[in-house]
Nanobody, 129 residues
Framework: LELVEFGGGSGQPGGSLRLSCAAS????????IGWFRQAPGKEREGVSC????????VYADSAKGRFTITKDNAKNTAYLQMNNLKPKDTAVYYC???????????????????????WGQGTQVTVSS
């Protein structure tokens, strides 16, 4: 499985961006997908994750009410719709996938325990006025 992120770029505070995570080499149907981000000088943090297996999504507090994660199995692509952007959203965003998570789905934002096997190369998001 290979993952490639698209859709990063510059946005203004209050604006929107949609990130895409396109998969190849395997179908995403049974993979669980997470979006993570890393700002300069900071640790990577979980933003959101989605599981078709359990039919649920999880959001970090920083993303709740502003970001929406979806997965289109027909297009083999996952998305992160980001609305009401804030300067603190500036970071490199990564998508990740796992077929056999090592922890319950409620821990999917914890990259240290959830065992994501596949990662994209990242896409830069910069929010500034």
């Amino acid at each position: 499985l290979e993952l490639v992120e698209f859709g990063g770029g510059s946005g203004q505070p209050g604006g929107s961006l949609r990130l895409s995570c396109a998969a190849s080499g395997s179908t995403l149907d049974y993979y669980e997908i997470g979006w993570f981000r890393q700002a300069p000088g900071k640790e990577r943090e979980g933003v959101s994750c989605i599981s078709s297996r359990v039919g649920r999504t999880v959001y970090a507090d920083s993303a709740k009410g502003r970001f929406t994660i979806t997965k289109d199995n027909a297009k083999n692509t996952a998305y992160l719709q980001m609305n009401n952007l804030k300067p603190k959203d500036t970071a490199v965003y990564y998508c990740a996938a796992t077929f056999s998570p090592a922890a319950p789905f409620r821990q999917c934002l914890n990259v240290d325990v959830y065992d994501y096997n596949y990662w994209g190369q990242g896409t830069q998001v910069t929010v500034s006025s």
